[in-house]
């Protein structure tokens, strides 16, 4: 698939549940209570229990591979964190939704700015990546 300028890339969208936090916690090693237990997240001035932020970038690269058609094809990816993203005590969870613009496209190589949203609110920012674009 070959990527063009202004190209806006088809919207990603991935749920977090307090269930896939506890896997993640697992997989990481990254047991902080903030991110299981809803006590401990309030006493320390969050509004609640919040996704791990790599766990978060881990789901936009996940969309950016979707988009370049495989991670083998992602040469480069960094963003910033903006917000935390709570996730409630329920089954649906948060729900992130990721989309991508193509910012150029040349040389084989395209760039991508990437936009990251849980409710309609920013998460991530300067979320770029750079992919093989042959």
């Given at each position: 698939m070959t990527l063009s300028v202004g190209e806006v890339l088809p919207e990603q969208v991935f749920r977090i549940t307090r269930a896939d936090l506890v896997r993640y916690a697992g997989a990481s090693g990254d047991f902080n209570p903030i991110h299981w237990n809803e006590r401990f997240a309030l006493s320390v001035g969050l509004p609640g229990v919040i996704a791990h932020g790599m766990f978060t970038m881990a789901l936009a690269g996940q969309a950016v591979a979707a988009w370049a058609g495989g991670g083998d094809k992602v040469l480069d990816f960094g963003v910033r964190f903006t917000r935390p993203v709570l996730v409630p005590d329920d089954d649906e969870g948060a729900s992130l939704?990721?989309?991508?613009?193509?910012?150029?496209?040349?040389?084989?190589?395209?760039?991508?700015?990437?936009?990251?949203?849980?409710?309609g609110e920013k998460i991530l920012a300067q979320a770029k990546a750079k992919i093989k674009n042959i």
């Open positions: 939704v990721f989309t991508g613009l193509v910012k150029s496209a040349e040389d084989g190589f395209a760039t991508v700015d990437i936009t990251a949203t849980c409710n």
